[in-house]
């Protein structure tokens, strides 16, 4: 067996150390045997400029999830289910193609439980031509042992911060230490990557997303205050205002209204965060936001183009 399948023989690759033998097929909370399995690869240009650049961030969708937040926007490739198998060659094809239309980055969305798999595909892609940056946007809710393998084949992460309140963390992710767990792995990351550019797009370094949750700005303000405290000055900040209630059920059922965006805001000026990006707040009532994995497009087209999906192969 090859040490990238050793990793899922008895998987601990996330914090939730299932132990479940995926290599022989069994799944883990993550949903997930050892095959590598893709929804759908776009060229995207909703994230950070430096992210987006001009030619938009190749994002590859991975599904799965160890995390599984009950407010995923991606819920149904996080946790139904949707995507499809896909071989190391295939994997590189479509990295290949996303450079091919431009993509400024290779962008792995939900990559912690694959990280094994994707490690090699990464490194395989390399071999066959694959110049651009890869990036690696996660949940945050990672090892530090999983992480380790991924210091030479990622070029940049952009992993979320959500929250470190420990009962909203068991409430909304079923995962109480993840507050632990994930500012543990920013700071690896941080130490994996300093900030550098090229022109305006980003080559290396770590931006930190948090997404504030309407009616819990206290999770905000311990996130701003963890961040001033940890980060400022290594990486970037991340402000996300679009939630959109997606499935009802034990989740806050609107959006971030003014008054809670004008409280957040004021929270960056009194910790000092200036290096990084905030929404503005108009994007939280666009349901256009809000992606349909089984469409072959899953995104609206202004802010994506299709290049891969699961069922239709290359588009
Ligand atoms: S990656 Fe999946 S199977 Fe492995 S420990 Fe995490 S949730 Fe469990």
Same mark, same amino acid.
């Given at each position: 067996?090859?040490?990238?399948?050793?990793?899922?023989?008895?998987?601990?690759?996330?914090?939730?150390?299932? %132990? @479940?033998? &995926?290599?022989?097929?069994?799944?883990? $909370?993550?949903?997930?045997?050892? /095959? #590598?399995?893709?929804?759908? *690869?776009?060229?995207?240009?909703?994230?950070?400029?430096?992210?987006?650049?001009?030619?938009?961030?190749?994002?590859?969708?991975?599904?799965?999830?160890?995390?599984?937040?009950?407010?995923?926007?991606?819920?149904?490739?996080?946790?139904? %289910? @949707?995507? &499809?198998?896909?071989?190391?060659?295939? $994997?590189?094809?479509?990295?290949? /193609? #996303?450079?091919?239309?431009? *993509?400024?980055?290779?962008?792995?969305?939900?990559?912690?439980?694959?990280?094994?798999?994707?490690?090699?595909?990464?490194?395989?892609?390399?071999?066959?031509?694959?110049?651009?940056?890869?990036?690696?946007?996660?949940?945050?809710?990672?090892?530090?042992?999983?992480?380790?393998?991924?210091?030479?084949?990622?070029?940049?992460?952009?992993?979320?911060?959500?929250?470190?309140?420990?009962?909203?963390?068991?409430?909304?992710?079923?995962?109480?230490?993840?507050?632990?767990?994930?500012?543990?792995?920013?700071?690896?990351?941080?130490?994996?990557?300093?900030?550098?550019?090229?022109?305006?797009?980003?080559?290396?370094?770590?931006?930190?997303?948090?997404?504030?949750?309407?009616?819990?700005?206290?999770?905000?303000?311990?996130?701003?205050?963890?961040?001033?405290?940890?980060?400022?000055?290594?990486?970037?900040?991340?402000?996300?205002?679009?939630?959109?209630?997606?499935?009802?059920?034990?989740?806050?059922?609107?959006?971030?209204?003014?008054?809670?965006?004008?409280?957040?805001?004021?929270?960056?000026?009194?910790?000092?965060?200036?290096?990084?990006?905030?929404?503005?707040?108009?994007?939280?009532?666009?349901?256009?936001?809000?992606?349909?994995?089984?469409?072959?497009?899953?995104?609206?087209?202004?802010?994506?183009?299709?290049?891969?999906?699961?069922?239709?192969?290359?588009?």
């Amino acid at each position: 067996m090859n040490d990238a399948l050793s990793s899922y023989k008895s998987c601990r690759l996330c914090p939730r150390k299932c %132990g @479940v033998d &995926r290599s022989a097929g069994k799944k883990g $909370f993550c949903g997930e045997t050892s /095959a #590598l399995r893709v929804a759908a *690869a776009s060229i995207h240009r909703g994230e950070e400029p430096p992210i987006t650049g001009t030619g938009g961030s190749g994002v590859v969708f991975v599904s799965g999830c160890a995390l599984q937040c009950v407010f995923c926007q991606n819920y149904q490739i996080s946790q139904q %289910g @949707v995507g &499809r198998v896909v071989t190391e060659a295939e $994997f590189v094809r479509i990295c290949l /193609a #996303l450079q091919e239309k431009n *993509a400024e980055n290779i962008n792995i969305v939900t990559g912690s439980h694959a990280a094994p798999a994707l490690a090699a595909g990464i490194k395989a892609a390399r071999k066959q031509g694959l110049v651009i940056p890869v990036l690696w946007n996660s949940s945050g809710y990672e090892t530090l042992e999983a992480l380790s393998p991924l210091e030479d084949v990622i070029d940049g992460y952009l992993p979320d911060l959500k929250t470190l309140d420990s009962a909203l963390a068991a409430r909304f992710f079923k995962a109480a230490d993840y507050g632990e767990a994930v500012s543990a792995a920013i700071k690896k990351m941080l130490e994996f990557r300093d900030m550098r550019y090229e022109g305006a797009v980003l080559r290396s370094g770590v931006i930190v997303r948090h997404l504030v949750l309407p009616g819990r700005l206290d999770a905000t303000r311990d996130v701003l205050r963890w961040f001033a405290e940890n980060a400022m000055g290594k990486g970037l900040l991340s402000l996300m205002t679009q939630y959109t209630p997606v499935r009802g059920g034990d989740m806050p059922g609107r959006s971030v209204n003014e008054a809670e965006y004008e409280t957040v805001l004021g929270w960056l000026d009194e910790f000092g965060i200036e290096d990084g990006f905030y929404q503005e707040l108009t994007l939280s009532a666009d349901s256009e936001w809000l992606p349909d994995f089984n469409r072959v497009n899953p995104f609206s087209s202004e802010l994506s183009t299709s290049v891969w999906h699961w069922r239709a192969g290359f588009v």
